[in-house]
């Protein structure tokens, strides 16, 4: 990337004004009323949410430092362009590093897992230059967050900053969700996701929260909340063809005998090659020794067969997990309902860098004429409306066994699960709840969905789907209306 270098005078005269009132402002941050004040403080809520404690943080704006300060960073670094700014932050927060530097031209070379531009785009000279600047401290894991006001505040902004309510604020660019997504994609970034904060910016018992907390996620109040959030990533680049990630794919299995043998047949080699995974759990047929038998007659594939002690499906898939040792995760149901084949795909996808976490779908292709009976086809079409509300990304398909991510992903999602607890029999909702609170890019692809030629189904539809209501107000509570 070009030097960015300074030499329009308009420029150099909107840098030195916004200087001049930054500096001025810096030490009295604390003189404009309840609404500042809360308006901070529900920040710094929703950035706790985003970001998980002990990550790497780099803040681009970051005033006197509290934002940066409230998220418990392993190492967090603020970039401000004001002096005062800057020295008030290094006396507050000395366990951080704070460098007085513009926004377009900072020296810092170092990678993070998150950069914050909290109410900073609105004020920038150059918002692209700004992104293009950012690359260099991004890797395929980090993700920018950033927040800004709604245009439709204009106006109450400008009558609060009068009645000294709010900091004031010099001529702002009011950027659209639209603007930044489009900006943002010229700087080879993607949006995972993007939502509306804070409807009343006041202290109030009881009707802040419920303003706040439920109401500015709803329609059509959302469409009057004062701040934007947008997510982004840096676009993924492919993964070396020399390396060829090996893979371990997870396939739970009980009372499926006559269906390992096609199974291990048309399973693809992938990568440095395929590990499979058996997790028999209590069959009441002959599957543990079938499976004993198919491994043997495929002497130069990697497998294993573990014994489930546990029960349910989430048990089976965790404990597969834990002895894999691929450096991609799949799961795969040993139904046949889904062709091994499928995959590939999903392989080629991680390895090319396209997607992080993917998301099988049942119902982009015909379907066979038994595969699905049409009260359990209907009930996953409105649950994948549900989720895909309440989990900010389109998941048109949330109980599709067939699930692909990183095993360095996977391991993250782990360290969430203290968040979440352990909530799901499925393990579907354990994988896409923690990729979605880890902002991963949740990648649906269409998958055939096959009838059944051996065995019968395992799902109850209407306990299942009590189940499945109960996941859904797990979500709200969780991810959504926090």
């Known amino acids: 990337m070009q030097d960015y270098n300074i030499n329009d005078s308009s420029e150099i005269s909107y840098r030195a004004r916004r200087i001049a009132h930054w500096d001025h402002l810096a030490g009295r941050q604390r003189s404009y009323g309840k609404w500042a004040y809360y308006y901070r403080r529900r920040l710094k809520e929703i950035y706790r949410s985003i970001i998980p404690e002990g990550s790497r943080v780099l803040e681009i704006g970051c005033a006197q430092g509290e934002l940066l300060d409230a998220l418990k960073t392993s190492r967090g670094v603020g970039i401000d362009f004001s002096k005062e700014m800057i020295a008030r932050a290094r006396a507050k927060f000395p366990h951080l590093e704070f460098i007085e530097c513009d926004a377009h031209t900072y020296a810092v070379e170092e990678v993070f897992d998150y950069i914050i531009l909290s109410d900073v785009v609105n004020d920038l000279w150059d918002v692209q230059k700004v992104f293009a600047q950012l690359r260099k401290n991004c890797i395929p894991s980090t993700r920018v967050v950033m927040n800004y006001y709604s245009r439709v505040w204009g106006v109450p902004l400008g009558y609060a900053q009068r009645m000294g309510l709010a900091q004031p604020l010099l001529p702002q660019n009011w950027l659209t969700t639209e603007d930044l997504g489009q900006i943002a994609s010229f700087c080879d970034y993607e949006v995972i996701r993007h939502w509306q904060e804070i409807l009343w910016p006041f202290r109030t018992p009881i009707f802040s929260s419920l303003c706040n907390r439920f109401l500015a996620k709803l329609w059509p109040f959302n469409h009057l909340a004062l701040t934007n959030i947008l997510v982004i990533r840096p676009c993924l680049k492919p993964i070396s063809e020399n390396r060829n990630p090996s893979v371990s794919v997870v396939i739970s299995v009980r009372n499926e005998a006559g269906n390992i043998a096609p199974t291990l047949a048309r399973m693809p080699q992938m990568g440095q090659g395929t590990e499979v995974i058996f997790v028999e759990g209590h069959s009441t047929d002959d599957t543990y020794a079938v499976i004993e038998r198919e491994i043997a007659r495929y002497p130069y594939l990697k497998c294993k067969l573990?014994?489930?002690?546990?029960?349910?499906?989430?048990?089976?898939?965790?404990?597969?997990?834990?002895?894999?040792?691929?450096?991609?995760?799949?799961?795969?149901?040993?139904?046949?309902?889904?062709?091994?084949?499928?995959?590939?795909?999903?392989?080629?996808?991680?390895?090319?860098?396209?997607?992080?976490?993917i998301n099988g779908v049942r119902f982009v292709y015909p379907m066979q004429g038994k595969a699905m009976r049409f009260c359990n086809f209907i009930g996953n079409k409105f649950f994948g409306i549900i989720f895909s509300w309440l989990l900010g990304q389109h998941i048109r398909d949330t109980l599709c066994a067939n699930k692909a991510l990183s095993r360095k992903n996977y391991l993250k999602v782990v360290l969430q699960r203290s968040y979440f607890g352990d909530f799901d029999p499925f393990g579907d909702f354990d994988l896409l709840?923690?990729?979605?609170?880890?902002?991963?890019?949740?990648?649906?692809?269409?998958?055939?969905y096959r009838e059944r030629t051996y065995g019968s189904t395992k799902i109850s539809r209407w306990r299942n789907g009590l189940t499945l209501l109960k996941m859904a107000v797990f979500a709200a509570r969780r991810l959504k209306f926090i």
């Open 433 to 448: 709840f923690g990729a979605v609170k880890l902002n991963l890019k949740i990648s649906d692809v269409p998958v055939r």
């Open 306 to 357: 573990l014994k489930q002690e546990g029960a349910g499906k989430a048990d089976a898939v965790r404990l597969g997990f834990d002895h894999a040792e691929g450096e991609f995760f799949m799961v795969h149901d040993g139904d046949m309902t889904v062709v091994p084949e499928e995959l590939m795909r999903f392989y080629q996808l991680l390895a090319s860098g396209k997607a992080e976490f």
